[in-house]
């Protein structure tokens, strides 16, 4: 609605153009009824020529608004559109167009609106859609365009990304997530390069002051946007306590992408089979008559016969989720790997110094030393793989060893190698 707070001169030549306006604009609207069901039809008014001042007639050009739209969640296509103040004529035109190639109820939350309209103040400050630009990626955007002919055209556009390498370094100051993040790298590289070392590194206590990293990874960018797109980490070094630690990236001949180290050993480690150094296994997983209780009992682990006092490793890095006294089990230790896999320890003689629940441990670490504590004939580990919270047989599962490269795959590597160096030496030239 145009509100008149008084009635001057200039305001009743106003009423009567937009009067005058609101009559050609009908005969459009009109019109449109008439449409075909993929085109929507904007009959540009008939000229008028009219005895008003021209400052008048400036003031009721349409004038073009560009406004990015937020899709939320639980929007719909048309509430988007809705709520930027598109009438529902508008909107049902632009659905119609852009059905023929995007399904409006794909729309997402990480999709982006921009929308360009003209405010056509003779009809109600009606807004008119010019284009409407849905980016549905960095690469892939619909545009929905009001054509010279007057019709609103959808086309999809496929932007070809360009693709390019950047290094990161610096000292760790305050984490590395948030050093690497002010010197250019995405944070799901960071992401991904705290994954690739947590194998070897305690990301919650390893850091020291003069510790440093690099990190050379690619990205796509779209060239009009700028925006990026994270690809992979090519080469990642923490320098922990003046130690180098470094990681490449390399397919293997059989297409598995894992990391190595400079000399070519994966830096991915499955669980360690023997968590006891010099132990043998006095007791299997299985069906067995329980050697203290009498009867034949499952027995849900395996055990190894070693002098109290051993020795007992964390069999992978993990967190620990009970350390402890656990009833018949001793005392007990039990560390989550991954979202599936645990290990547990029992009849431990003591803990080693500074554990506790929530504890971050290294694969390899001492955690405990063997004891008979508990349900226990003699000193032993007991030692459990649980999957999913259920104890399963260690022998059973595929635990694989740290994976060296050997012969012409191991060339390969040192070949590709090299081409990460000098790639990077570049970069920190550049
Ligand atoms: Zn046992």
Redesign the pocket.
């Given at each position: 609605m145009i509100h008149f707070p008084t009635i001057s001169p200039t305001s009743l030549r106003l009423i009567f153009v937009s009067i005058l306006l609101f009559c050609a604009y009908s005969i459009g609207l009109w019109d449109y009824g008439n449409q075909k069901l993929n085109s929507f039809n904007f009959s540009t008014p008939p000229s008028i020529s009219l005895d008003a001042p021209t400052d008048t007639i400036e003031s009721l050009e349409p004038e073009f608004t560009d406004e990015t739209l937020e899709v939320k969640s639980g929007d719909s296509f048309s509430s988007v559109l809705n709520r930027a103040g598109l009438s529902n004529n508008q909107i049902y035109a632009i659905v119609k167009v852009l059905r023929l190639i995007f399904n409006p109820r794909d729309l997402r939350t990480d999709h982006k609106l921009f929308i360009s309209y003209r405010t056509n103040q003779k009809e109600k400050n009606e807004k008119e859609i010019d284009r409407l630009v849905i980016q549905l990626s960095i690469e892939k955007e619909i545009i929905v365009e009001l054509g010279e002919d007057g019709l609103l055209k959808a086309k999809l556009h496929t932007k070809k990304l360009i693709h390019d390498y950047r290094h990161a370094e610096g000292k760790i100051k305050n984490s590395l997530y948030v050093d690497a993040v002010r010197q250019g790298a995405h944070p799901k590289i960071i992401h991904d390069m705290i994954q690739a070392f947590s194998y070897d590194v305690d990301f919650q206590r390893s850091f020291h002051s003069g510790d440093s990293y690099v990190l050379l990874f690619d990205f796509h960018k779209n060239p009009n946007t700028l925006e990026e797109k994270p690809g992979h980490i090519l080469f990642a070094r923490l320098t922990l306590k003046g130690v180098d630690i470094s990681i490449y990236r390399h397919k293997s001949k059989n297409g598995v992408i894992q990391y190595y180290n400079e000399k070519g050993e994966a830096v991915k480690k499955g669980l360690l089979m023997t968590p006891v150094d010099g132990a043998r296994i006095s007791?299997t997983f299985g069906r067995r008559k329980h050697p203290v209780l009498g009867y034949t009992k499952m027995?849900k682990?395996i055990?190894f016969a070693a002098p109290t006092g051993t020795p007992i490793m964390a069999a992978g890095a993990g967190k620990i989720m009970r350390i402890g006294r656990f009833s018949s089990y001793g005392n007990y230790i039990k560390i989550k790997h991954n979202s599936k896999y645990s290990t547990a320890y029992a009849h431990i003689s003591r803990f080693a110094k500074g554990l506790k629940v929530g504890s971050s441990v290294r694969q390899g670490q001492v955690i405990a030393y063997v004891g008979r504590t508990g349900r226990a004939t003699g000193p032993h580990l007991?030692y459990e793989l649980l999957a999913n919270g259920k104890q399963i047989n260690p022998r059973r599962v595929k635990m694989m060893p740290a994976r060296k490269l050997k012969g012409k795959e191991l060339q390969t590597f040192l070949a590709n190698k090299d081409i990460i160096d000098k790639r990077l030496e570049n970069l920190r030239a550049g």
């Amino acid at each position: 609605m145009i509100h008149f707070p008084t009635i001057s001169p200039t305001s009743l030549r106003l009423i009567f153009v937009s009067i005058l306006l609101f009559c050609a604009y009908s005969i459009g609207l009109w019109d449109y009824g008439n449409q075909k069901l993929n085109s929507f039809n904007f009959s540009t008014p008939p000229s008028i020529s009219l005895d008003a001042p021209t400052d008048t007639i400036e003031s009721l050009e349409p004038e073009f608004t560009d406004e990015t739209l937020e899709v939320k969640s639980g929007d719909s296509f048309s509430s988007v559109l809705n709520r930027a103040g598109l009438s529902n004529n508008q909107i049902y035109a632009i659905v119609k167009v852009l059905r023929l190639i995007f399904n409006p109820r794909d729309l997402r939350t990480d999709h982006k609106l921009f929308i360009s309209y003209r405010t056509n103040q003779k009809e109600k400050n009606e807004k008119e859609i010019d284009r409407l630009v849905i980016q549905l990626s960095i690469e892939k955007e619909i545009i929905v365009e009001l054509g010279e002919d007057g019709l609103l055209k959808a086309k999809l556009h496929t932007k070809k990304l360009i693709h390019d390498y950047r290094h990161a370094e610096g000292k760790i100051k305050n984490s590395l997530y948030v050093d690497a993040v002010r010197q250019g790298a995405h944070p799901k590289i960071i992401h991904d390069m705290i994954q690739a070392f947590s194998y070897d590194v305690d990301f919650q206590r390893s850091f020291h002051s003069g510790d440093s990293y690099v990190l050379l990874f690619d990205f796509h960018k779209n060239p009009n946007t700028l925006e990026e797109k994270p690809g992979h980490i090519l080469f990642a070094r923490l320098t922990l306590k003046g130690v180098d630690i470094s990681i490449y990236r390399h397919k293997s001949k059989n297409g598995v992408i894992q990391y190595y180290n400079e000399k070519g050993e994966a830096v991915k480690k499955g669980l360690l089979m023997t968590p006891v150094d010099g132990a043998r296994i006095s007791g299997t997983f299985g069906r067995r008559k329980h050697p203290v209780l009498g009867y034949t009992k499952m027995h849900k682990g395996i055990d190894f016969a070693a002098p109290t006092g051993t020795p007992i490793m964390a069999a992978g890095a993990g967190k620990i989720m009970r350390i402890g006294r656990f009833s018949s089990y001793g005392n007990y230790i039990k560390i989550k790997h991954n979202s599936k896999y645990s290990t547990a320890y029992a009849h431990i003689s003591r803990f080693a110094k500074g554990l506790k629940v929530g504890s971050s441990v290294r694969q390899g670490q001492v955690i405990a030393y063997v004891g008979r504590t508990g349900r226990a004939t003699g000193p032993h580990l007991h030692y459990e793989l649980l999957a999913n919270g259920k104890q399963i047989n260690p022998r059973r599962v595929k635990m694989m060893p740290a994976r060296k490269l050997k012969g012409k795959e191991l060339q390969t590597f040192l070949a590709n190698k090299d081409i990460i160096d000098k790639r990077l030496e570049n970069l920190r030239a550049g």
